[in-house]
């Protein structure tokens, strides 16, 4: 069995453990599909406890790197990564760091526009007929008169998503995950009040249209408007938000 089952600590047993299984099988020693010995078969090898086991096994399942299998041929199984369990986590982290301010507005767009710009020249080579639909479906939803304000920027969110994956590069998509799935929703929850819904649906309109015609250039002119855009609407929020709470000091 490819793992190293000497030198645990007894401290964090359960963490130690997992940890060890984790970089067997991030380092290939593990392969995808394998299936692991039984609970009492690495409580065994590792000296310790089936509970203990049954705790490290959590915490891989929760990394989606591990699955349970029932029945006569069960056990538990090597999964592949999957990439948008792996980057949550990152998401995650960067979410908070853009709460409490860690990456200031111009950083933000800065990043969004070298990345996606990679992702419209991309896209206006691969894209297929249903990466199309899938972005003018969230344009139709973006001019009709229903959405939320929740809604219209999950819609947002999506139509992004959309434009990466027609992008077709699989560590590009994971990259992206970051700035699709944490900056753009801050971002939009600040934004959200003051930005004209038919502007933002417009320039989603001219990027599909450039990215259906397959001009690169075109396409990538449209996101750094856009993004200006969300900049200039960015500094209005927050000169909006600093008028009340002066208002309300004075009040107070």
Request: net charge positive.
């Amino acid at each position: 069995m490819p793992i190293e089952y000497q030198d645990v600590v007894r401290t964090g047993v359960a963490r130690q453990v997992a940890d060890k299984i984790r970089a067997a099988i991030l380092d290939g020693r593990l392969k995808i599909d394998e299936r692991l010995p039984t609970e009492e078969e690495l409580a065994r090898s590792f000296g310790i406890s089936r509970p203990t086991v049954r705790e490290a096994l959590k915490r891989l399942a929760a990394q989606n790197l591990v699955r349970s299998q029932r029945g006569p041929s069960g056990g538990t199984f090597v999964s592949r990564p999957d990439p948008e369990g792996l980057s949550s986590a990152i998401t995650g982290a960067a979410t908070l760091l853009v709460g409490v301010g860690a990456f200031d507005i111009d950083e933000i767009i800065g990043a969004r526009l070298e990345t996606e710009a990679i992702c419209c020249r991309l896209a206006c080579e691969r894209r297929s007929d249903a990466d199309l639909k899938a972005m003018r479906a969230e344009v139709a939803l973006q001019r009709s008169t229903t959405p939320t304000d929740e809604e219209f920027c999950a819609s947002d969110v999506r139509f992004h998503r959309s434009l990466v994956k027609a992008a077709g590069n699989g560590p590009l998509s994971l990259m992206m995950y970051t700035v699709v799935e944490a900056f753009m929703p801050i971002t939009n929850m600040i934004v959200s009040q003051v930005r004209e819904r038919k502007k933002v649906a417009d320039f989603h309109q001219r990027l599909a249209d450039a990215i259906e015609a397959r001009d690169a250039a075109g396409a990538t002119s449209v996101l750094s408007e856009l993004l200006a855009y969300l900049r200039d609407s960015y500094a209005v929020s927050l000169k909006r938000r600093a008028e009340r709470e002066a208002t309300r000091a004075v009040r107070g």
